[in-house]
């Protein structure tokens, strides 16, 4: 990464213009960060690969990846929010841990007829997530009490009523299978089978696993359109800008830059495919991912909260409603742990008082690596993402490799502090 | 003949695509008080961080000779060092600190790290006393005012031994009195041997005091003056490049109907319940009408329109507002906004801007609806909307997609008013629009009002500076002590006129 280049006084993408040949450089420079960071993330899978002798990338392996670390990513989402709004929540693995057992108890303990459906659960579950979030944001955002305190308590409120309702040290399953398959289950193949080389057949006359190669067509398909549609939607913003008299970036790095995105995006489709698809938990997490990157680029909700995070007295008296603002994106972070909690609970088919402990310091952690500010009002969602899988391959190949889990915790502390220290360096540079 | 205490030779300084400073060269002399001017964005500041060590030797071209020798500063201690100390305008106090505490902050009288407190205290009431600020030194800082803290940094630099005393904008935010005091206190070390630069907007500050005055503009030195050619449009030409005949552009009021009305309007302090802040104001302003609101500091002027502005400031409010007539409901920022009333604050670095976003993001803030369709921005149209106030306010940048916190005053001032004219509001308040901007930029502002007024806007002035008010408004408002003292047209008022309200008013209200 050439990190020598100047960095221009404009920090945005687009310019007039007028300033054409400083365009090439100063679009590079201002998304350094974003590129630095999925670099970053490359470099680790490619070093993984290597050290693991290519087990990081097997398809039952990146299955394996993405359902240990969809909750953390999926609750980094809802971080993501509160750092940026200037605050922090330390009770996110709590919740889910006490979420986790609430389900657990519906379903399995508790004789409550329909309710104890698996969908009418997880609804439930993600209310009694939004309430906590709002019992915890009211303190935070009409009284002032530092969110780090109001969460702190929460984190140990909740995870005491986590132990208690499972009474004690005890675990509570199994939970049905219809809950479980939000972790581990895969789409359905909608289309059939593709089966390219049939499985060989040994002397016995049975199949051996893993022998042969069978696609799972359904998932190309969502893979295909979805990289189409990413380089049919980024030209078409690129048209539009352009007419309107706007540069984005320069052709030939949007070119670049799609063609790498999409070929990535489609290597490892087609590893799934070659498996059993796309995992249930992964069409979540994307949707969620989506949904996050537009609610902050394009609606005005995510505006006023990186504006609230920015300067909070101004964004007040620019007319936004900082109490409430605050007290939604706390809501938020407790639907996305409650959440984070359901899918933890159906990856490990029951619930234990130890589920979700520490979590919090992953996505934080997650977080931060994708360059948000401690102080407020910057950060992006695709960053947060970017950081979570950082966390997660380093998690997955240090395990493969066999790295005790102690160092295990030294290096992601490491890395963590090397993500913020490039960062602040990059920054005072500028 | 006096020795040349500093000489900076051809000192050019570039960022990143500007080029900041070039072949600046300024000449002070032992024991003067040497001015320095020029618009925001010049490059005074640049000039002086390149002097203090702030930006460190080998980030720029060009040579510094203090006292006779060759400096390469590698940082502030290295000047203050050589006793060369610097006074920023934003004052880096620690609040929650004794007087004392700060003034020997990282410099305490300590053996082997134990603090000896006497030493301290005695120290600190000896520097207290040469600047003239009688307080108990273990006062905390947090609790004297602005004007106060700035002796206290004065005391502070004259216990490092000073020998060459640098203020940026010291008297930005200080009272007309206060300011005065600060400037005898300079023409008291200039007899006691002390150098001084001082870098200020008002002119008629540097009239009083320097000995000489270096003009700066668009990063050039321009002329060094020497005490006898000293004059207000002497240095006015210089900085502006052009001969500002009329500081306030010409304008022919066009007033209509009463677009806001308040009536007895009474606000108590947020903290202090019991005290009355704002005593049962009554005003109004009309279509196209500029009025001006004069007062003291601590008039009650910002808290009342504050408190006007959605009860931004102070508690048990009374009293009634109306727009074109009927009575409006103005209890929270967005109700006010959405009846059409903004206010421009006076402290934009803290109410008015986010600081770590371009001007695009800051300027559509307080109306995304207006650039937004089902809670969706619409980007162009926002960058459409951006580019169009950044031409119609002249904000000077190299694209909508500069922080905001990189500007210079005058630009970010434009920003905020910016941001409050996509709010189309039809009554406007303004709180010091020019504070610490240079003169083209305060002109500029000036034009945007007249422009606004004659658009059929009414717009509410709360101004420091009588000759602005004067200059610009078409009616005028005396506040003291939280009342209104006098009312009057511009064409009959006058400073005197002002003054007399308020020492009237002072007379009726005790």
């Known amino acids: 990464m050439s990190t020598e280049s100047a960095p221009g ?42 050290t693991t002798s290519g087990t990081l990338f097997k398809p039952v392996n990146l299955s394996n990846l993405v359902q240990q670390n969809s909750f953390i990513i999926v609750m980094a989402l809802g971080m993501l929010l509160v750092i940026v709004s200037g605050h922090i929540d330390l009770s996110v693995g709590s919740v889910a841990g006490f979420i986790g057992a609430l389900a657990a108890m519906m379903m399995v303990i508790w004789p409550l007829g329909p309710l104890s459906n698996p969908l009418v659960v997880s609804i439930i579950c993600l209310i009694v997530g939004g309430a906590i979030g709002a019992a915890q944001g009211y303190w935070i955002a009409y009284h002032r009490i530092p969110s780090f305190i109001v969460t702190l308590a929460g984190m140990l409120i909740f995870r005491g009523i986590c132990q208690a ?62 990289v189409l549609a990413y380089a049919y939607f980024g030209l078409k913003a690129r048209r539009t800008r352009e007419r309107h008299g706007y540069e984005a970036e320069p052709f030939s790095l949007f070119v670049v830059k799609t063609l790498v995105i999409s070929a990535l995006a489609l290597f490892l489709v087609y590893q799934f495919a070659t498996y059993r698809g796309l995992p249930i938990v992964l069409m979540v997490m994307g949707v ?64 234990v008082p130890a589920a979700g402990l520490g979590s919090e310091l992953d996505v934080i952690a997650a977080v931060f690596i994708g360059g948000a500010s401690a102080m407020g009002g910057v950060g992006q969602v695709i960053g947060a993402v970017v950081g979570g899988f950082i966390m997660g391959v380093m998690n997955n190949g240090m395990s493969i490799m066999g790295v005790n889990v102690d160092w295990q915790q030294v290096v992601k502390g490491l890395v963590l502090l090397g993500a913020v220290v490039f960062d602040v360096y990059n920054k005072n540079k500028a | 003949m006096a020795s040349t205490i500093l000489e900076m030779r051809d000192i050019t300084k570039t960022f990143p695509g500007v080029k900041a400073l070039s072949n600046v060269k300024l000449m002070v002399e032992e024991g003067e008080i040497h001015a320095v001017v020029g618009e925001n964005g010049a490059g005074k ?33 290295d000047s203050e060092r050589k006793g060369i100390v610097i006074i920023h305008q934003e004052l880096a106090l620690v609040p929650m600190l004794s007087i004392a505490e700060n003034i020997f902050l990282g410099n305490e009288h300590a053996r082997y790290g134990v603090i000896d407190w006497n030493a301290n205290e005695t120290r600190t009431s000896a520097l207290l006393k040469k600047v003239g600020l009688k307080e108990d030194p273990n006062t905390l800082i947090t609790n004297i005012g602005v004007g106060k803290q700035q002796l206290v940094e004065i005391a502070k630099a004259l216990s490092k031994e000073v020998r060459l005393l640098i203020l940026d904008e010291p008297t930005a935010s200080l009272s007309e009195k206060d300011s005065q005091a600060l400037l005898d206190l300079l023409l008291e070390f200039k007899r006691q041997g002390i150098t001084s630069i001082l870098i200020s907007h008002k002119l008629n500050e540097v009239n009083r005091v320097a000995d000489k005055v270096t003009i700066i503009r668009d990063g050039r030195t321009i002329e060094t003056l020497a005490k006898d050619d000293i004059s207000e449009d002497r240095i006015i030409t210089s900085m502006v490049g052009r001969s500002l005949d009329d500081r306030y552009p010409p304008r022919e009021p066009k007033i209509g109907e009463t677009v806001l009305e308040v009536k007895n309007w009474s606000v108590y302090h947020p903290i202090h319940a019991e005290r009355q802040v704002i005593k049962g104001i009554n005003l109004n302003a009309r279509k196209g009408e500029v009025v001006g609101i004069a007062g003291l500091m601590g008039a009650g002027r910002t808290e009342f329109a504050m408190s006007l502005f959605g009860r931004s400031y102070g508690r048990r409010i009374t009293g009634e507002v109306f727009l074109n007539g009927k ?41 995304l609806p207006g650039v937004s369709r089902h809670g969706v921005v619409d980007d162009l149209r926002e960058l459409s909307v951006a580019n169009e106030y950044k031409a119609k306010t002249n904000i000077r940048s190299s694209s909508v997609y500069q922080m905001t916190g990189n500007l210079s005053g005058g630009n970010q001032q434009k920003v905020v008013l910016s941001k409050w004219l996509f709010a189309n509001p039809e009554v406007l308040i303004l709180d010091e629009p020019t504070r610490g901007i240079d003169v083209g930029a305060k002109y500029e502002i000036y034009t945007i009002i007249a422009r606004l007024a004659s658009e059929g806007k009414a717009i509410i002035v709360i101004s420091s500076e009588m000759p602005e008010l004067l200059g610009i408004t078409d009616r005028i408002y005396v506040m003291n002590e939280g009342r209104i003292v006098g009312e009057m047209a511009a064409s009959d008022a006058s400073q005197e006129k002002i003054m007399r309200a308020i020492v009237r008013g002072e007379g009726k209200a005790s």
């Open chain 1, 288 to 351: 969620l991912i989506a949904l996050f990157v537009f609610v902050t680029k394009r609606m005005t909700i995510g505006r006023r909260i990186y504006a609230m995070g920015g300067n909070a007295k101004a964004a007040q008296l620019s007319g936004i409603n900082t109490e409430r603002l605050t007290l939604m994106v706390f809501i938020n972070m407790g639907v996305l742990s409650a959440l984070g909690g359901l899918i933890i609970a159906a990856r490990l088919g029951q619930a």
């Open chain 1, 165 to 226: 309702l499972l009474g004690g040290g005890s675990s509570v399953g199994p939970l049905p299978v219809g809950f479980k398959a939000l972790s581990s289950g895969f789409i359905p193949d909608l289309i059939g089978p593709l089966t390219l080389i049939p499985p060989t057949v040994n002397a016995a006359g049975k199949t051996i696993v893993g022998s042969g190669l069978t696609l799972h067509m359904t998932t190309l398909v969502i893979g295909l359109v979805a």
């Open chain 2, 45 to 77: 500041s640049t000039l002086m961080k390149v002097l203090s060590g702030v930006y460190p030797s080998g980030t720029y071209d060009g040579q510094i000779i203090y006292r006779g020798d060759e400096c390469h500063f590698k940082g502030i201690h």
């Open chain 1, 9 to 50: 006084p404009q920090t945005g993408v687009a310019q007039d213009l007028q300033q054409g040949p400083r365009i090439a450089v100063s679009a590079l420079v201002t998304n350094l960060r974003e590129y630095g960071l999925v670099l970053a993330l490359i470099a680790i899978m490619v070093f993984f690969q290597f």
């Open chain 2, 327 to 367: 009575p409006i409901d103005v209890s929270s920022v967005s109700k006010a906004v959405e009846h059409g009333i903004a206010y421009v604050t006076e402290d934009r670095k803290t109410y008015g801007l986010n600081l770590i976003d371009h001007i695009k993001h800051n300027i559509t803030l307080a109306n």
